[in-house]
């Protein structure tokens, strides 16, 4: 069946280190993955997308990697501020017909310190 | 200006009630859904609307009714309330396809006593 998931459900960090999240998918017909960040009492806001034929691409701080071969999805943050402390989500986006439909992880925490 | 807004944000109501949550976008998406988010953060779709029309339907018992009176606004109408349906219920939007940015609304936190 379709899954998202997760390694590592929480995640410290220095502030000014580099921040890495992992997410391992299991439908290998998905084509579009995305990566949410969601802060105490708000909703999932976009942070990067990235499509099956790409393998890398890079936001403001953020980059995300995707191997396919594998099976597995990274969000990596540079220079990690508090700000950056939240959830972090990968999806897949798994619709049929076209049609939008995404499969959430677990989510990781990260929680940066001074 | 909020591109996803829902109301209530909070909600405490007792077993048995029927209670509705409102939602609508101003990104003239053709898209709308209702997630779940539950105690443990995770996040599942519920329902999703095309211009009006009932498009996913995740085998959500019929309790829950949403709405759509049209395509900027996609209601959630929850009869019969029961313990398990305390969560917090996130509408959010996109254009018509795939591979497009879905946005999602501050939540409605809804707690079943």
């Known amino acids: 069946g379709e899954s998202v998931g997760l390694h590592l459900p929480t995640l410290s960090v220095q502030e000014g280190d580099n921040s890495i999240i992992n997410c391992a998918y299991s439908n290998s017909a998905s084509d579009y993955f995305i990566w949410y960040k969601q802060e105490s009492g708000k909703g999932p806001q976009f942070i990067i997308d990235i499509r099956s034929n790409m393998d890398k691409r890079q936001g403001q701080r953020v980059t995300v990697l995707l191997n396919k071969t594998v099976k597995h999805l990274s969000l990596q943050i540079a220079a990690t501020q508090p700000g950056d402390s939240a959830v972090y989500f990968c999806?897949?986006?798994?619709?049929?017909?076209?049609?939008?439909?995404?499969?959430f992880g677990a989510g990781t925490r990260l929680a940066v310190h001074p | 200006d909020t591109a996803v807004s829902q109301t209530p944000k909070y909600l405490v109501t007792q077993m048995g009630n029927d209670k509705s949550i409102k939602c609508e976008q101003n990104l003239g998406h053709d898209t709308m859904y209702w997630y779940k988010q539950d105690s443990k953060k995770f996040l599942k779709i519920m329902f999703s609307?095309?211009?009006?029309?009932?498009?996913i339907n995740e085998t959500v018992p019929n309790r829950f009714s949403p709405k759509s009176p049209d395509k900027a606004h996609l209601n959630l109408h929850i009869n019969s309330l029961e313990l398990g349906d305390s969560a917090v219920y996130f509408c959010a939007s996109s254009q018509i396809y795939g591979e497009s940015t879905i946005y999602f609304g501050e939540g409605s936190w809804l707690t079943v006593v």
């Open positions: 609307y095309n211009n009006k029309e009932l498009i």
């Open positions: 999806a897949e986006n798994s619709g049929a017909g076209g049609y939008n439909k995404l499969i």
